[in-house]
């Protein structure tokens, strides 16, 4: 079985963590099954029953916010996922790595150079020095990212959506809060300012002449399943499904599409995505997102959705749009419920087939 998610960072990284478990812990899990697949432990194998159904999970990466800082290519979605998979993410911060130091970032700061809103942990700028030189080499970010993510054994795939420099700015008002400017790059609108600044629109600077590269296209096409995490639906998901030829492949997939809320009880659960929401006109709760994706069946994104039993209510109207829609527990509050919430999107597509 060969699983797709679109994913942002740290909702992507969580739903991402809880979907490795729920394989790692399926009945169906052999050797040579989910597990090893997974490149997980060999504990995790011991379930080996019988069915010889392997799972293979690709986790295709939104890469709007990336940008040149200090010298270097940061890539915020692509490091939250790989340091949450590695277990070395900072869950209490919700960025970065553990156990992080910034020795490095205040010579920076003390040079001027960079963002003094933006720090650069020692371990993280590792990574970025990792990527950059292999760039500098002539290699893709597809390439890239393979090569970083091999240290540790995720036991998913990570593809960034493109290996073009396609980067969300928002467009805000040129006022003093702004500095007299029109627009500003995504991460300083939601690091500096905290998503405050009233946001016009988000526009993909670069998109012209670029596409999803041949891996993102070739594994939406060819997978058995599509779930859309619980990521921000506007700067995360909405900027995958902005780049050419993405849509285009999800159309012509076969697998069953399912898209999980990030919405509960009509709020987001941490970050600021409301902000970015309501700048697109589409109001905080799990039935707006549901219908801004649209049903498959309409020429929309999703043939099922996941939302929370506080919003169970919500149900029907969205049913009434065309999706059909499953309520399940959606907090992601630790890796045994993330994995349950998994299994219930997996069994949802089950029910789709
Ligand atoms: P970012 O790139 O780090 O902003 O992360 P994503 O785009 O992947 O996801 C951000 C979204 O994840 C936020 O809008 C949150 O509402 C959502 N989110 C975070 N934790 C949870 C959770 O436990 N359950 C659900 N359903 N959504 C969550
Ligand atoms: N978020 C912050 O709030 N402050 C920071 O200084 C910061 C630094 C940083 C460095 C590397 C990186 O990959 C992410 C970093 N983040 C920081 C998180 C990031 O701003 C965002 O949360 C995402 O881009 C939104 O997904
Ligand atoms: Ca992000």
Redesign the pocket.
């Known amino acids: 079985t060969s699983i797709v998610v679109l994913s ?3 909702g992507g990284a969580r739903f991402l963590r809880g979907l490795r478990a729920h394989l790692a812990d399926a009945p169906g899990s052999a050797p040579g099954g989910p597990a090893s697949a997974l490149g997980l432990p060999d504990s995790s194998r011991d379930l080996a029953a019988t069915a010889p159904d392997s799972a293979t999970v690709t986790a295709v990466v ?1 890469t709007g ?1 990336d940008m040149w800082l200090s010298g270097v290519r ?4 692509l ?2 996922i790989m340091y949450t998979l590695a277990g070395e993410n900072d869950e209490v ?4 790595r553990v156990g992080e130091s910034e020795r490095v970032s205040s010579e920076l700061r003390a040079y001027g150079i960079g963002w003094p ?5 020692d371990l ?1 700028i590792g990574t ?1 020095l990792a990527r950059t030189a292999l760039l500098r080499d002539g290699q893709t970010l597809t390439q890239a990212t393979a090569r970083i993510t091999s240290r540790w054994p995720l036991g998913v795939r990570l593809l960034p959506v493109t290996d073009s420099e396609v980067e969300t700015h928002v467009v805000v008002e040129p006022d003093d809060a702004a500095e007299g400017r029109s627009s500003m790059h ?2 300083e609108w ?2 500096r300012h ?1 998503a405050s600044l009233p946001a016009r629109a988000f526009v993909q600077h670069g998109l012209e002449s670029t596409t999803a590269t041949p891996e993102v296209i070739s594994a939406i096409v060819d997978a058995d399943v599509i779930l859309v995490a619980p990521s ?1 639906p506007v ?2 998901i909405g900027t995958i499904l902005g780049i050419p030829g993405v849509r285009e492949a999800m159309a012509a997939s076969a697998a069953p599409i399912v898209g999980v809320s990030p919405i509960i009880g009509g709020a987001v659960v941490r ?1 600021m995505a409301d902000a970015c929401l309501s700048a697109i006109g589409v109001p905080t709760a799990a039935d707006a997102v549901a219908r801004h994706y649209g049903a498959r069946a309409d020429g929309g994104l999703l043939d099922g959705w996941l939302i929370d039993e506080v919003d169970a209510s919500l149900a029907p109207g969205i049913e009434e749009s065309g999706i059909p829609t499953r309520v399940a527990p959606l907090w992601m509050t630790d890796v045994a419920r993330s994995a349950r919430l998994a299994g219930t999107a997996l069994d949802f597509v089950r029910e789709l087939r």
Not at 74 to 77: E, K, S
Not at 93 to 96: D, I
């Open positions: 942002g960072g740290v939104n916010d940061i890539a915020p979605d490091d939250s911060r919700g960025w970065g809103w933006f720090t650069l942990g993280d970025h995504f991460q939601w690091t905290r921000n700067v995360s970050g």
